[in-house]
Nanobody, 114 residues
Framework: QVQLVESGGGLVQPGGSLKLSCAASGSIFSYAMVWYRQAPGKQREQVAH???????NYAESVKGRFTISRDNAKNTVYLQMNSLQPEDTAVYYC?????????WGPGTQVTVSS
């Protein structure tokens, strides 16, 4: 079973940037991958999606600010987040599309606050 470990989160001021990484313990090249987030008291939501060949799409709330990418040789998915806003505060996770194929990782906390 592939294990997922997210990293790169932290505390950032509004307007700042972070780059998240999702490292998989096994091959993910045959899967479309997704970054999700879950804010306190809210359901987990899909933020960004990348196909096997690198096509991407984004939730309206992050379009133009976030960029998803993948490095299949490193079994890693990235999320570049720019112009961060307080409403982006959440725990961020990666996985496949739903129904997810892998056990959820621990996530990485992103807090946007002045």
């Amino acid at each position: 079973q592939v294990q997922l470990v997210e990293s790169g989160g932290g505390l950032v001021q509004p307007g700042g940037s972070l780059k998240l990484s999702c490292a998989a313990s096994g091959s993910i090249f045959s899967y479309a991958m997704v970054w999700y987030r879950q804010a306190p008291g809210k359901q987990r939501e899909q933020v960004a999606h990348i196909t096997l060949v690198g096509s991407t799409n984004y939730a309206e709330s992050v379009k133009g600010r976030f960029t998803i990418s993948r490095d299949n040789a490193k079994n890693t998915v990235y999320l570049q987040m720019n112009s961060l806003q307080p409403e982006d505060t959440a725990v961020y996770y990666c996985n496949t599309i739903i129904p997810v194929r892998f056990t959820w990782g621990p996530g990485t906390q992103v807090t946007v606050s002045s």
